[in-house]
């Protein structure tokens, strides 16, 4: 479904990713990961156009996405969270998530009142399905942390994407709302989303995984199945920081 193919992107002198290939297939839970500067979002920014790559493409279901602009992305049924949330702080929860509706579908978005009023029924569903109906009319100072994610969530799924990135779901959670998060992740497989996951919670991303890539300086040093991850010398030893209680921690998990 999403190909990426022999990526590179250069901060001045510094190789953010090199030659980054890989492939997510559809349907499927993909986890990138890989140490805290490796390139994971950086990668999140070349596939929704924030950031021109040096070298490579970027192909989604065969078409190029290196043709298209940042707010072109939505409409082939991409969208994103962010690992530091970016909720509008004067908007409430509805409106939140109705940022992620009309802009879809209109440009000029909030003055569509008919958009508004169809945008009306999927806000209740997926607020629902969020647990986070309750709250529509909060705004986000008022709200938990953990809350927030899942508004984040609802704001990325609410125009009904087919692949979703996440940066760091689980990042700031407690176990509880890292398991909720689990769900929700399972939930939209369910539906049939295809999701790219990065996270350094290597108990959610083992647990709930298809396949992984692990990455580190930018470059690919792993992938494959979540039992063939925690076995691999080299993501234990580079990504880990090695040493014996990392390798049982990872493998208990
Ligand atoms: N806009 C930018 N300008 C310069 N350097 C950047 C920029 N964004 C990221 N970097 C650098 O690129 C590397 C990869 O960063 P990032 O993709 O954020 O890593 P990760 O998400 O894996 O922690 C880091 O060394 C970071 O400092
Ligand atoms: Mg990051």
Redesign the pocket.
Known sequence: MLNIKDIT?K??G?K??ENLSFTIQKNTIHSLI????????????VITRI?KPNKGNILFNNESLLNLKSNEIIYKGITRTF?NLQLFNYMNVYENILSGYVHTFNKNSFNDKKLKLKAYDVILEISELLQIKNRLFSYPYQLSYGILKRVEIARAIVSKPSLILF?EPAAGLNNQETSEILSILNLLKSKGKTILL?EHDMSLVMKVSDEITV?NF?KKIAEGAPNEISLNEEVINVYLGGGKNVKKNIRNK
């Open positions: 992107v901060f001045g510094l953010a990713l890989g140490p805290n500067g490796a390139g994971k979002t950086t990668l999140f920014n950031i690992q940066d990065v990455i930018g």
